[in-house]
């Protein structure tokens, strides 16, 4: 299993929210470059980035910051928030980010997901489903679809898909543990590469996850308070590949 340390970024500066809500809103540093290199000194080979003002607003806000914490590590590097067009996928790929996280975009125009597979590649663009009470959830999570998990990953399994980043929002920066359960019945229900987001808030949840085979799992809190030592938390998994 892979872990992806994870940088939520907002006014170029590395922030977290608490349950997707954007007037919870913690700041932990004006300087993300910085905890990417923290994170790649620790060990971690990944990288996962969201733009947040981007997932509001369809737009880049923060591609100089994204620029900035790309040209500091040689780390692979996910991107979403706010990727809505073929242009966007373009300009960020042409800046260093190996694979875009499609969101909104995946549930509002459809065919574009199957379009953007088309133009780059399976293995460039991936789709995050972010789920609160069973239902997709979209525009930074502002908005809650009538489509639920399973028939959205479905989906997106048909049209090609390889790799889905899966949120549960109520336990996103919750510090509650993750939802193992989702992820256990997601693995077994669908060939894609699932990936845990969301309340990852100790080293036995990453035990669990790895112990489920799944692809990775994506570390934001928990790191930024200590709960969880990225270093330590990188033995686990490797142990685990042992």
């Known amino acids: 299993m892979k ?11 590395a922030v977290r929210l608490y349950k997707g809500d954007y007037s919870q809103m913690t700041v932990y540093s004006d300087n993300p470059p910085l905890f990417a290199a923290e994170f790649a000194a620790a060990g971690a080979g990944c990288l996962h980035l969201v733009d947040l003002e981007g997932a509001k607003l369809g737009t880049t806000p923060n591609l100089e910051t994204i620029k900035n914490i790309i040209s500091e590590t040689s780390m692979y590097t996910e991107l979403g928030g706010g990727i809505r067009s073929l242009e966007t996928i373009e300009t960020y790929l042409n800046i260093g980010v190996n694979r875009l996280i499609l969101g909104t975009a995946a549930i509002t125009e459809p065919g574009f997901v199957e379009k953007a597979i088309k133009e780059f590649g399976r293995d460039a663009i991936a789709v995050g489903v972010d789920i609160r009470d069973g239902l997709v959830a979209i525009k930074g999570w502002t908005e809650v679809t009538e489509t639920t998990c399973d028939d959205f990953c479905r989906s997106m399994e048909d049209v ?3 790799t889905i980043i899966c949120t549960d929002i109520s336990r996103d920066g919750a510090m509650k543990g993750t ?4 992820y256990s019945d997601l693995s077994q229900k669908f060939s894609l590469d699932i990936m845990a987001s969301g309340g990852v808030s100790t080293l036995e949840d990453i035990k669990a996850l790895a112990d489920m085979n799944i692809y990775g799992a994506i570390l934001g809190k928990a790191l930024y308070t200590g709960a969880i030592d990225l270093a330590d938390a990188l033995k686990i998994v490797k142990e685990d590949k042992a």
Not at 3 to 13: M, Q
Not at 179 to 182: D, F, I, P, T
């Open 3 to 13: 872990l992806f340390p994870a940088i939520d970024i907002y006014n170029g500066c």
């Open 179 to 182: 939802n193992r359960q989702l």
């Open 160 to 162: 090609g898909v390889k």
